[in-house]
Every structure is written in structure tokens, then in C-alpha cells.
């Protein structure tokens, strides 16, 4: 584990005045803070293990996806885009049926495609001279709803629930802090916000995702475990009205 406690106030260098010493000054500062020492690694612990029971807050590589990117669910998707060319229905979109997570009524409509409609939406134009395709209804199940989770494009200036990912990602087992970095605050960054990056041992939780037992769907995550057989993934906290949390998109270094 990576001790952070180094220094205490009284070990703090004096700061400069000049121009070129600011930028340095401003870290020595908050790493001398109290705001600083107040990040242990207990609180670290109780933050992630809560907040990798909720499904937004799971890595990407513990869910399954729906093949395209699409309007949020329910909604229409283009039958295209479930099928294979021969007419059969695709083997992971079987099973995410066979798992009991969403229903599909095939060919149930006609429409503009997703890609379509979200490039109209973009330009502000009129998608409704697109070609027409074959769209299918895309419900969620009870069981569907408890894993679901629609992750819209990184970027806000994009239309949103358009043509994002359709996910359901599976509990997981927090497995405890491997390291992290001192809080930093980057003077030329637009976050206000002090900010750690946490390394962190996870592993999938069987017991609490029964559509792991499906093994196809098992075999689309992917995961790699090292030989303790705990994952790891990194993750960004930050100070928010003197309380750690998750800020927007964890999994994105902000500083």
C-alpha cells in the first residue's frame, strides 16, 4: 500500500513569491492541507464499497453490450443489427434473451435508423428524409432493469439516449485499495476539484449475477485476472464540499 502521510505541516517548505515558484507553491500547500491528511485509505475503502454496488459505477469490462449503439432501452433497434446475414438471430442477442434480460419483437415497425437519426439530431437537421429500415422493439425484463445501464457519448454537446451503449454489467466484489496518489489540484485545469487516482482490486460476483451462468454472455467481458484472481481497475475520487466521491466519468484521468 502506498503511504500518503509523508510530510506534516511543520515540515512544509516556505513558499517563494515569485511568478515562477506559484504553480509549485499551490501543490506544497495542499499536500501539507488538512484537507490532504484527511484522505486515508479506510475512507477510500468505504467510498468504493459502496459505490461499486451501483451499476453506473461498475468498469466497462464487467458488462455486456447490446451489438450496436442505439436509442436507450426500451426502444426500437434495427433489426439489422440483430440478426446475421443469413436471417438467424445473432448468438449474443439470443442469449441475452435466453438470460431473461430483454425481449425483442421482431420487425415490429419501420423507421430511421439510430445513426441516422442521432447525425440528424447533431447537424439539426431533419431526419425524416432518411431511407426507412426494419426496427425491432427492445424491451427490458425486471431482471433486465437491475444490470441495465446506457452509457450516451463521452462528449455533452451530442445529442443524448440517441446512440449510446446498452450495457448490463454484472455486481462485482470490491477486493480493497492496491495504491493511490496524492491528491492534486492542476492549476490549469477547469475542475475545482482536488483529485486521487485509486488502483483497485475487483473480482465478478456469481452468486449476486445469474446470467453468468449463461456462457456466452460470460465469455463476451473482458476481463483479465491475475493469478490472486482479482481484476484491477483504476478509478478517479475527488473532493466535493470537503467529502471524497466519484466525480464525472471515474474511469477518465481529469486533472
Not at 434473451?97 to 435508423?113: Q, R
Not at 455533452?156 to 491528491?183: D, S, T, W
Request: some cysteine; proline content about 6%.
Amino acid at each position: 500500500m502506498v503511504g500518503i502521510l509523508e510530510g506534516s505541516k511543520s515540515q512544509c517548505p516556505r513558499l517563494g513569491n515569485t511568478v515562477g515558484r506559484i504553480v509549485a507553491g499551490a501543490l506544497i500547500l495542499m499536500s501539507c492541507s488538512p484537507v490532504f491528511a484527511q484522505l486515508k485509505e479506510s475512507d477510500i475503502d468505504t467510498l468504493l464499497t459502496t459505490a461499486l454496488t451501483e451499476t453506473q459505477n461498475i468498469p466497462a469490462n464487467a458488462c455486456v453490450s447490446m451489438p450496436n449503439p442505439g436509442v436507450k432501452l426500451p426502444g426500437n433497434t434495427e433489426t439489422a443489427s440483430l440478426m446475421y446475414p443469413s436471417g438467424d438471430i445473432r448468438k449474443d442477442v439470443a442469449a441475452l434473451i435466453d438470460a431473461g434480460l430483454i425481449t425483442v419483437k421482431f420487425n415490429s415497425g419501420e423507421g430511421a435508423s439510430a445513426l441516422a437519426v442521432f447525425k440528424a439530431k447533431a447537424a439539426g437537421t431533419d431526419s425524416s428524409t432518411s431511407p426507412n429500415v426494419a426496427l425491432s422493439y427492445v424491451e427490458l425484463t425486471p431482471l433486465g432493469n437491475k444490470f441495465y445501464r446506457y452509457d450516451d457519448p463521452k462528449s455533452g454537446h451530442l445529442p443524448q439516449g440517441l446512440y449510446g451503449a446498452n450495457r448490463f454489467c454484472a455486481h462485482i466484489q470490491y477486493g480493497g485499495v492496491e495504491k493511490y496518489m496524492k491528491p492534486l489540484k492542476n492549476p490549469y485545469d477547469d475542475n475545482p476539484h482536488l483529485v486521487s487516482w485509486v488502483n483497485f482490486k475487483w473480482k465478478l460476483d456469481q452468486h449476486k449475477t445469474p446470467w453468468l451462468n449463461n456462457a456466452v454472455l460470460k465469455e463476451q467481458l473482458s476481463i483479465y485476472s491475475d493469478k490472486d484472481s482479482w481484476s484491477r481497475s483504476g478509478i478517479l475520487i475527488e473532493m466535493n464540499d470537503d467529502k471524497w466521491e466519484l466525480g464525472n466519468e471515474p474511469y477518465t484521468i481529469r486533472w
